[in-house]
């Protein structure tokens, strides 16, 4: 809830996600119309559009027309076959961000989903903090842009994301649901096909708005329970709430070097960074695990996980930081050079404590807290650092950091020892 009391419900819509990776993954489709779909084999072939750049939307082309009208429309763009594994591959990623805002996602397709920042808010901010921070964070790790909107209900939110695509961000005013959608078009009732339009044009409403006023067991008798749920809608009465489905088994962070890496050095580097974020994302969803796992993708593509399971559950930075280098050190490239590197831990224990309290950055007492020593899998003491840390970083944004992070190093600041 924010200080209101009101839900704060997040739709995340990627924009145009299929044509857009394959503009990201393809430097010279960047700027072009491009269509993923069937075959169009000169205006003749059959099947649909799956997708469609916004370049190429400026000729009329849109998702589910025929590929044989799309190429008619523009005979010059790329048509491309779908690559479901790479849409999936990005999907998962941008999966795995959103759950840095909220432990409530709920994926209702591959490139969208619902959050639930109720109980995050005043970690991260207000809805339009919250809705920008996404958006930042998509950006920043995948290159995509995605629209977000943000109201007290799924549906509500949903339209707003519409409304503001692409690369867009929109806010429901808390408590004026209703009449943020009553003057907008049929096509954005949540629930409304074509049929169902038609119907409701027949009876005179064109608007959303026109069905909130309409008689609710008017639209009951001809609707059934659908009807209802059409009215309440209409009406900006929404309570579903956001499910996540099954619970969260691992939470993970990895980083794909631009060029394959042979430095041990410079790799132990960016292993201490990815832990650095993967621990702050797992104490700002209030989670711990118990085994940590590296992957290593070698730059023939060849990839291996290691993992060490500890005696209690961990989420701070020098435990995750500590297994993962000895991990890393015991595993033999024999020469190979590394592609990509990964954290993550899993044996996760998702119970979400109370909010976190606010605490004075620079009070004199030590709260000391349970950690575990990595060699002999004991508890001891360590003081509050990773906490300090987060605090800073919830008041004075990014900027702040470690000093080990102060600059972005290539690997020639990183030579071997």
Same mark, same amino acid.
């Given at each position: 809830?924010?200080? @209101? %009391?009101?839900?704060?419900?997040?739709?995340?819509?990627?924009?145009?996600?299929?044509?857009?990776?394959?503009?990201?993954?393809?430097?010279?489709?960047?700027?072009?119309?491009?269509?993923?779909?069937?075959?169009?084999?000169?205006?003749?072939?059959?099947?649909?559009?799956?997708?469609?750049?916004?370049?190429?939307?400026?000729?009329?082309?849109?998702?589910?027309?025929?590929?044989?009208?799309?190429?008619?429309?523009?005979?010059?763009?790329?048509?491309?076959?779908?690559?479901?594994?790479?849409?999936?591959?990005?999907?998962?990623?941008?999966?795995?961000?959103?759950?840095? @805002?909220?432990?409530?996602?709920?994926?209702?397709?591959?490139?969208?989903?619902?959050?639930?920042?109720?109980?995050?808010?005043?970690?991260?901010?207000?809805?339009?903090?919250?809705?920008?921070?996404?958006?930042?964070?998509?950006?920043?790790?995948?290159?995509?842009?995605?629209?977000?909107?943000?109201?007290?209900?799924?549906?509500?939110?949903?339209?707003?994301?519409?409304?503001?695509?692409?690369?867009?961000?929109?806010?429901?005013?808390?408590?004026?649901?209703?009449?943020?959608?009553?003057?907008?078009?049929?096509?954005?009732?949540? %629930?409304?096909?074509?049929?169902?339009?038609?119907? &409701?044009?027949? &009876?005179?409403?064109?608007?959303?708005?026109?069905?909130?006023?309409?008689? !609710?067991?008017?639209?009951?008798?001809?609707?059934?329970?659908?009807?209802?749920?059409?009215?309440?809608?209409?009406?900006?009465?929404?309570?579903?709430?956001?499910?996540?489905?099954?619970?969260?088994?691992?939470?993970?962070?990895?980083?794909?070097?631009?060029?394959?890496?042979?430095?041990?050095?410079?790799?132990?580097?960016?292993?201490?960074?990815?832990?650095?974020?993967?621990?702050?994302?797992?104490?700002?969803?209030?989670?711990?695990?118990?085994?940590?796992?590296?992957?290593?993708? &070698?730059?023939?593509?060849?990839?291996?996980?290691?993992?060490?399971?500890?005696?209690?559950?961990?989420?701070?930075?020098?435990?995750?930081?500590?297994?993962?280098?000895?991990?890393?050190? !015991?595993?033999?490239?024999?020469?190979?050079?590394?592609?990509?590197?990964?954290?993550?831990?899993?044996?996760?224990?998702?119970?979400?404590?109370?909010? &976190?309290?606010?605490?004075?950055?620079?009070?004199?007492?030590?709260?000391?807290?349970?950690?575990?020593?990595?060699?002999?899998?004991?508890?001891?003491?360590?003081?509050?650092?990773?906490?300090?840390?987060?605090?800073?970083?919830?008041?004075?944004?990014?900027?702040?950091?470690?000093?080990?992070?102060?600059?972005?190093?290539?690997?020639?600041?990183?030579?071997?020892?």
């Amino acid at each position: 809830m924010n200080k @209101f %009391g009101n839900p704060i419900i997040a739709h995340v819509d990627m924009d145009a996600f299929y044509a857009s990776i394959e503009q990201m993954d393809k430097a010279e489709y960047k700027d072009k119309p491009v269509v993923v779909g069937a075959d169009p084999r000169g205006g003749k072939g059959r099947g649909v559009v799956c997708a469609a750049s916004y370049e190429a939307r400026e000729y009329g082309i849109h998702s589910a027309m025929p590929i044989s009208r799309a190429y008619r429309l523009c005979p010059h763009a790329v048509f491309m076959r779908p690559r479901m594994a790479r849409y999936t591959e990005v999907s998962k990623q941008v999966m795995e961000i959103l759950y840095e @805002f909220s432990p409530l996602v709920e994926q209702i397709s591959v490139d969208e989903a619902f959050l639930d920042c109720s109980g995050t808010g005043r970690l991260i901010g207000p809805p339009m903090t919250i809705a920008g921070r996404i958006k930042e964070r998509i950006l920043q790790e995948t290159s995509l842009t995605a629209s977000v909107g943000i109201a007290s209900n799924k549906s509500v939110a949903k339209i707003a994301s519409e409304l503001c695509k692409p690369d867009g961000l929109l806010v429901c005013p808390f408590g004026n649901e209703k009449g943020f959608i009553k003057k907008l078009p049929l096509k954005y009732l949540w %629930g409304a096909g074509k049929k169902t339009i038609d119907k &409701l044009n027949s &009876l005179g409403y064109s608007t959303i708005g026109d069905v909130a006023s309409g008689p !609710q067991d008017v639209l009951e008798k001809i609707f059934g329970k659908h009807g209802v749920n059409l009215w309440r809608l209409a009406n900006g009465i929404d309570n579903r709430p956001v499910q996540s489905v099954g619970s969260r088994k691992s939470i993970s962070e990895e980083t794909t070097f631009n060029q394959d890496v042979a430095s041990d050095n410079y790799i132990e580097h960016i292993l201490f960074r990815i832990s650095d974020r993967l621990t702050r994302k797992m104490r700002n969803l209030g989670i711990k695990g118990k085994t940590v796992s590296i992957k290593i993708r &070698l730059h023939d593509f060849d990839t291996y996980t290691r993992s060490r399971t500890l005696e209690g559950r961990v989420n701070d930075t020098q435990t995750v930081r500590t297994v993962s280098l000895e991990l890393y050190r !015991q595993f033999s490239r024999e020469g190979r050079k590394v592609r990509l590197v990964g954290v993550s831990v899993s044996n996760l224990d998702t119970n979400m404590p109370e909010p &976190l309290e606010q605490f004075e950055l620079f009070r004199e007492e030590s709260v000391q807290k349970n950690e575990i020593d990595v060699d002999t899998g004991a508890a001891f003491k360590s003081g509050e650092h990773d906490d300090l840390l987060d605090e800073m970083k919830r008041i004075y944004g990014e900027k702040i950091t470690r000093a080990a992070f102060l600059k972005n190093p290539s690997e020639k600041e990183y030579p071997e020892s």
